[in-house]
């Protein structure tokens, strides 16, 4: 029974770890999000709000990388993500395994 105790405790700290991380990915979605907006509005400030006539080159485009840390912070939690994932999926394997080891075993007894 302790083993069956432990896997559920892991269950529960990997379901727990996994909704941390997803929310980390959330918010670095968000502020992505919002960085790129903020810099079109900024950007469409600067230029007296003349959509038509509106370039944007390669230079300006490279003031994005102030997002960089942002997306390195969303490949990193996601990263983390799937590596919970993949032990949560571990564990409730063993759990199924363990449930059949003892149904089975209550069947020949």
């Known amino acids: 029974m302790s083993k069956k105790s432990e896997i559920k405790k892991n269950?529960?700290?990997y379901k727990k770890e996994m909704e941390k991380w997803e929310l980390r990915i959330f918010i670095s979605l968000i502020l992505i999000f919002l960085g790129i907006t903020?810099?079109?509005f900024f950007y469409l400030k600067a230029n007296n709000w003349n959509i038509i006539s509106l370039q944007i080159n390669t230079v300006e485009l490279s003031k994005l990388g102030i997002l960089t840390p942002f997306i390195f912070c969303l490949s990193f939690?996601?990263?983390q993500f799937n590596y919970y994932k993949r032990q949560?999926?571990?564990?409730?394997l063993k759990k199924v395994e363990l449930e059949y080891k003892?149904?089975?075993n209550?069947?020949?007894s």
């Open 38 to 40: 903020g810099f079109c």
């Open 102 to 104: 003892t149904c089975y």
């Open 88 to 92: 949560l999926d571990l564990y409730k």
């Open 77 to 79: 939690s996601a990263k």
């Open 11 to 13: 269950i529960r700290f």
């Open 106 to 108: 209550k069947e020949l």
